[in-house]
């Protein structure tokens, strides 16, 4: 492919990207150019919600990073996956939509974030959401592209979850984005009946038919050209390049936004002298702040409960393909975390400061994700994360290491810990005892604090949520300013999750979504001054 040029160039054709990408295409004043560097989103496994299965770990739709070890964590490394085709991450994870707590945009504002306090941050929800059943509800949207629905047909074991939250003093939810985030439900997600309904289809495609806005796919930006601060082309990992007129976004999320910077020459200076990169703006903050939300899992196994390769469950199997393909319902239909909720692990709290992912489905507990067997899984993550990581390069290629540093702060082992309790009671309560099986792991003899911290340490993970690292604010060492332009740079933006300054109470799909619409649209303000 010879040199094309530009007005704008978005790199990262993720749930951040695709939302830029609409909004800078939709004036008509400029060229605009995304570039992804997976293929399309048209692989049928990611338009059939339970078929995401098949698309974590997969060689072709995920990064597969991982974390450096944790050396208190029993040496271990941590999976980071990230979507690597049309929509990101919101093509490859659960659908699961949640915005998070007024109070989590307020707190962005109190750091720095100028402008991004939640009642700015609510009237983007509401202008990209279309959700009718709570049409009638003035927090909710109802005119967006973007399709939030109830799940199609929940697994009974929803219900019984719920009656083991009543019975335990969590009340239920019928919507985590209505005034009180706390109880246990069912999620709602990003479907548009019964299909997968991302960024790339809610505001991606309605955008291509526009003469303005060009997609390339399989192209893996590597490095930014620069004449002096000011970007003027990037180059692809085939030697592709592309030049920029006017101005450059990166929108390639909290793990590849800081490398492809450092790559570049933007970053700490003298970890990037070490590498021979040569530098182009000393920003010591690049790649700082990383956090997610550790979770650790409970696993049941066994039984006729829950989905799962078994001759018990051989029928609904057969069915599945029926029930999708004329009702858009049953197995296929499913997001596999289905449902969940929020809760406080002490009842002195004043809000939430756990979640639970529910998957009424059997999952391997040594490493494999697909067993045979029927059973139930759930997880626990801190809301809120004291722990702070970091992210570097591995060589001037621009590889990430990622050091997520997890379960540093004693604050997050305490409460990880608590929650993890609370989760085995709910999983205890007699409403489960119809639906009763095995706990797998951590197992019927890990009572004690010690040994349940045993178990955290030994099975920790996270909730696929990373943020931060070009943490935005009004501080000098801030990486991007509340317009999300890149200090220190002429024409750079970064318009992604690794700008929230501290992690939001819940899945981040929604947030980075929000946010890359309200950055996008300053950005157009910002141009037309």
Same mark, same amino acid.
């Given at each position: 492919?010879?040199?094309?040029?530009?007005?704008?160039?978005?790199?990262?054709?993720?749930?951040?990207?695709?939302?830029?990408?609409?909004?800078?295409?939709?004036?008509?004043?400029?060229?605009?150019?995304?570039?992804?560097?997976?293929?399309?989103?048209? +692989?049928?496994?990611?338009?059939?919600?339970?078929?995401?299965?098949?698309?974590?770990?997969?060689?072709?739709?995920?990064?597969?990073?991982?974390?450096?070890?944790?050396?208190?964590?029993?040496?271990?490394?941590?999976?980071?996956?990230?979507?690597?085709?049309?929509?990101?991450?919101?093509?490859?994870?659960?659908?699961?939509?949640?915005?998070?707590?007024?109070?989590? /945009?307020?707190?962005?504002?109190?750091?720095?974030? &100028?402008?991004?306090?939640?009642?700015?941050?609510?009237?983007?929800?509401?202008?990209?959401?279309?959700?009718?059943?709570?049409?009638?509800?003035?927090?909710?949207?109802?005119?967006?592209?973007?399709?939030?629905? +109830?799940?199609?047909?929940?697994?009974?074991?929803?219900?019984?979850?719920?009656?083991?939250?009543?019975?335990?003093?969590?009340?239920?939810?019928?919507?985590?984005?209505?005034?009180?985030?706390?109880?246990?439900?069912?999620?709602?997600? &990003?479907?548009?009946?019964?299909?997968?309904?991302?960024?790339? +289809?809610?505001?991606?495609?309605?955008?291509?038919?526009?003469?303005?806005?060009?997609?390339?796919?399989?192209?893996?930006?590597?490095?930014?050209?620069?004449?002096?601060?000011?970007?003027?082309?990037?180059?692809?990992?085939? !030697?592709?390049?592309?030049?920029?007129?006017?101005?450059?976004?990166?929108? &390639?999320?909290?793990?590849? !936004?800081?490398?492809?910077? *450092?790559?570049?020459?933007?970053?700490?200076?003298?970890?990037?002298?070490?590498?021979?990169?040569?530098?182009?703006?000393?920003?010591?903050?690049?790649?700082?702040?990383?956090?997610?939300?550790?979770?650790?899992?409970?696993?049941?196994?066994?039984?006729?409960?829950?989905?799962?390769?078994?001759?018990?469950?051989?029928?609904?199997?057969?069915? %599945?393909?029926?029930?999708?393909?004329?009702?858009?319902?049953?197995?296929?239909?499913?997001?596999?975390?289905?449902?969940?909720?929020?809760?406080?692990?002490?009842?002195?709290?004043?809000?939430?400061?756990?979640?639970?992912?529910?998957?009424?489905?059997?999952?391997?507990?040594?490493?494999? *994700?697909?067993?045979?067997?029927?059973?139930?899984?759930?997880?626990?993550?801190?809301?809120?994360?004291?722990?702070?990581?970091?992210?570097?390069?591995?060589?001037?290629?621009?590889?990430?290491?990622?050091?997520?540093?997890?379960?540093?702060?004693?604050?997050?082992?305490?409460?990880?810990?608590?929650?993890?309790?609370?989760?085995?009671?709910?999983?205890?309560?007699?409403?489960?005892?119809?639906?009763?099986?095995?706990?797998?792991?951590?197992?019927?003899? %890990?009572?004690?604090?010690?040994?349940?911290?045993?178990?955290?340490?030994?099975?920790?993970?996270? %909730? /696929?949520?990373?943020?931060?690292?070009?943490? *935005?604010?009004?501080?000098?060492?801030?990486?991007?300013?509340?317009?999300?332009?890149?200090?220190?740079?002429?024409?750079?933006?970064?318009?992604?999750?690794?700008?929230?300054?501290?992690?939001?109470?819940?899945?981040?799909?929604?947030? &980075?979504?929000?946010?890359?619409?309200?950055?996008?649209?300053?950005?157009?303000?910002?141009?037309?001054?």
């Amino acid at each position: 492919m010879g040199d094309r040029t530009f007005d704008i160039v978005i790199v990262g054709g993720g749930s951040a990207g695709c939302v830029v990408a609409e909004t800078l295409s939709r004036c008509g004043r400029f060229n605009v150019c995304l570039i992804e560097a997976g293929p399309p989103d048209r +692989d049928p496994r990611i338009k059939i919600p339970f078929g995401l299965i098949g698309l974590m770990k997969h060689r072709t739709f995920d990064w597969r990073f991982e974390s450096r070890a944790h050396a208190h964590l029993s040496n271990r490394v941590v999976p980071v996956p990230r979507g690597r085709t049309l929509g990101g991450s919101g093509s490859i994870n659960s659908m699961v939509y949640i915005r998070g707590r007024p109070n989590d /945009y307020d707190r962005w504002a109190e750091l720095g974030a &100028t402008g991004w306090g939640w009642k700015e941050c609510l009237a983007w929800f509401r202008r990209q959401e279309n959700n009718a059943r709570l049409r009638d509800d003035p927090l909710h949207g109802v005119d967006g592209p973007l399709h939030v629905q +109830d799940l199609p047909s929940p697994h009974p074991l929803l219900e019984i979850w719920q009656r083991a939250g009543e019975a335990g003093g969590i009340a239920r939810s019928c919507d985590f984005n209505g005034q009180s985030q706390e109880g246990l439900g069912v999620y709602q997600t &990003t479907m548009r009946n019964g299909r997968r309904w991302s960024a790339a +289809d809610a505001f991606l495609r309605p955008a291509t038919k526009r003469p303005n806005l060009t997609v390339l796919t399989g192209i893996d930006i590597r490095r930014i050209e620069f004449d002096g601060r000011r970007a003027v082309a990037v180059h692809g990992r085939r !030697s592709e390049r592309i030049g920029i007129r006017q101005h450059l976004v990166l929108s &390639t999320g909290a793990i590849a !936004s800081p490398a492809l910077l *450092m790559a570049s020459g933007v970053g700490p200076g003298d970890h990037l002298q070490s590498l021979g990169i040569d530098v182009v703006h000393d920003s010591p903050s690049v790649g700082r702040n990383l956090h997610d939300h550790p979770a650790v899992a409970v696993f049941h196994g066994g039984g006729r409960h829950g989905y799962g390769l078994s001759l018990s469950a051989l029928p609904s199997l057969i069915a %599945a393909p029926f029930q999708y393909a004329w009702r858009r319902r049953g197995l296929l239909a499913s997001n596999t975390v289905e449902g969940g909720g929020f809760a406080r692990s002490d009842a002195t709290l004043a809000e939430p400061d756990v979640q639970f992912h529910l998957i009424p489905a059997r999952l391997g507990h040594k490493g494999r *994700m697909i067993v045979t067997g029927r059973g139930y899984y759930c997880d626990v993550c801190v809301l809120k994360p004291r722990s702070r990581g970091r992210l570097m390069l591995k060589d001037p290629t621009g590889a990430p290491d990622i050091d997520l540093n997890l379960l540093s702060d004693p604050h997050d082992r305490a409460t990880l810990l608590q929650g993890l309790k609370t989760l085995r009671a709910l999983r205890a309560s007699p409403a489960f005892d119809p639906v009763r099986s095995k706990e797998l792991a951590p197992g019927p003899d %890990a009572v004690s604090d010690e040994a349940l911290t045993d178990y955290i340490h030994a099975r920790l993970g996270t %909730a /696929y949520h990373p943020v931060g690292t070009c943490r *935005m604010g009004s501080d000098p060492e801030a990486v991007v300013a509340p317009d999300l332009s890149v200090n220190g740079l002429a024409n750079v933006r970064v318009i992604d999750a690794s700008v929230m300054p501290e992690i939001v109470a819940g899945n981040t799909n929604a947030p &980075t979504m929000m946010l890359a619409g309200k950055g996008a649209q300053g950005m157009l303000a910002s141009i037309d001054v």
